[in-house]
């Protein structure tokens, strides 16, 4: 049974929130990163999810690696845990559903790496994210591919090599996160933006998932995640109420 980590199913319908709760920073070694992936698992083999919220608290999201845990490693033990390590902070990345990252005071080393693999990122507009890993002479295991694909690979070199901090302004101008909101409004706009999927065409969102997922070689991806959709009940019935109806007048099934 996982000690910081819940899955609550219960604050909306179709909604799922992914909660760390290690306090008081919610630093993420190996044991809470396997267990972030353990939930995700669990989310995958849900149905009845359609979209999942990734929360912190009110306070802080997650300020970073365990540093403590990672100045015992030996070589060998890095050696060991290293692609369980990474595969744990893309997770999201791998679930079908649409996912959102609400977060609260820091986004830090391996808090950021997570959040990266989020479809979408919330920040209160007194929030400090970054990837500091240079500064104990390290590398993000997970986040520079996906921050080099979101904000570009010169910006992400500099976040990278630089370590620093980025504010919310600088976040957004860049594209590092979505959206910027009250601390106060941090949670309520991740659930706004996560309800809009509870009706939602949940196989096309998944295909269109794996397409991005699949980065350089996406486009041949989308011929065959475009083509497998036609073997579906929601495209069948999808296109045909589209073109009576028009867009936003069914309620998709998921078959």
């Given amino acids: 049974m996982a000690e910081f980590v819940t899955v609550d199913r219960g604050v909306a319908d179709g909604i ?5 709760a290690r306090p008081p920073m919610n630093l993420i070694d190996l044991q809470v990163a396997l267990e972030v992936a353990a939930a ?19 306070r802080v999201f997650c300020a970073g690696d365990e540093m403590a845990e990672l100045a015992r490693l030996t070589h060998a033990q890095a050696q060991a845990m290293v692609a369980d390590f990474q595969s744990a902070l893309s ?29 979408r990122r919330i920040i209160g507009d007194n929030v400090k994210l970054g990837l500091p890993h240079i500064k104990a002479g390290l590398i993000p295991v997970a986040g520079i591919r996906r921050a080099s694909q979101l ?23 860049i594209g590092l996160v979505d959206e910027v909101v009250a ?11 996560a309800k809009q999927f509870t009706d939602g065409p949940g196989l096309a969102l998944a295909a269109a998932k794996r397409v991005f997922e699949a ?14 959709l036609f073997g579906t009940e929601d495209q069948q019935v999808g296109t045909r109420s589209y073109l009576v109806d028009g867009p936003d007048a069914i309620r998709f099934t998921g078959r």
């Fill in 16 to 20: 799922a929130v992914l909660r760390i």
């Fill in 40 to 58: 995700a698992d669990e989310i995958a083999a849900d149905a009845s999810i359609a979209a999942v919220v990734v929360y912190g608290d009110e």
């Fill in 91 to 119: 997770c999201l990345a791998r679930l079908s559903q649409p996912t959102v990252a609400a977060i609260s005071g820091y986004a830090l080393g391996a808090g950021l790496e997570l959040a990266l693999a989020a479809d």
């Fill in 151 to 173: 904000i570009g690979p010169s910006r992400a070199k500099d976040l990278v090599y630089s370590g620093r901090f980025v504010g919310p302004k600088e976040a957004a101008a």
């Fill in 183 to 193: 601390p106060d409004d941090v949670f309520a706009a991740a659930l706004r933006w």
């Fill in 215 to 228: 980065g350089a070689h996406g486009h041949d991806r989308a011929r065959r995640e475009w083509a497998e």
